[in-house]
C-alpha cells in the first residue's frame, strides 16, 4: 500500500510539473514582450481584383509585441511589425506589386486552454515602399510607383498556441480595408495569411 501511495503521489508531482510548463503565461506573469517573425501569403482581394489573374505572393514579417494580462482568459498585445506584402502574376511578362509595410496590430487573445488561443483586433499599416517588377525578354525591370495609399487600415483575425519555453505559434490572416490605390475609385486591397513563431521573454 505504501509503495502504490507513493507511486500515485509521483504522478500527480509528474503531472502537474507538465501541466505548470503548458500554463498560459497569465497565470505566472501580467506581461511580458517578445519578438516573432514568419511567412506571408499575400494576394489582392475585391470586387475589382478577382478577375485580374494575379495570385499569392511570398513575403515575411518579423518584429517585436507586448502581451498584457486583463484577466486570467484574455490578455492585449500590440505590436509592430516589418511586413512584405504584395501579389503576382505568372503571366507573359511575370509581373510582381511589392509592397513594404510596418504592421502594428492591437489585438485582444483569448486562451481558451492552457496553450490554445485566439485573436483578432485592428491594425494600421505604414507604407514605406511600394514598386513594381516585371520579367521580359530575360531582363528584370522594375520602377517605383507613388499610387499606393501610405496608410492602410484592416482587421486581423487567427490561432495561436503557446509552447514550452517561452515559444509559441500562430496562424492569422490579415483583411485589409484600405483601398491599395490612392485617387482611385477601385476596390483592391491588401488580403493575406501569416505563419508566425515567436519567442516571450
Known sequence: MKKLILGIMAAVTLSLSANAQMRTPAADQVANFGVRGGVNFFNWGGSDASNNGYTNRTGFHAGLYGNMFITDRFSIEPGAYYSVKGTQNDGFANSRAILDYIDVPILLRFYATDGLNFFAGPQGSILLRS???????????VWDTDNVNSLDAGLVFGLGYNLPMG???????????????????????????????GYSF
Not at 514598386?131 to 525591370?141: A, P, Q, S
Not at 490579415?174 to 513563431?197: C, H, M, W
Open 131 to 141: 514598386r513594381f517588377e516585371g520579367d521580359l525578354f530575360g531582363n528584370t525591370f
Open 167 to 197: 515559444l509559441n505559434v500562430q496562424g492569422s490572416y490579415d483583411l485589409g480595408l484600405t483601398p491599395v490605390f490612392q485617387d482611385s475609385e477601385a476596390e483592391i486591397y491588401n488580403r493575406g495569411f501569416k505563419v508566425s513563431l
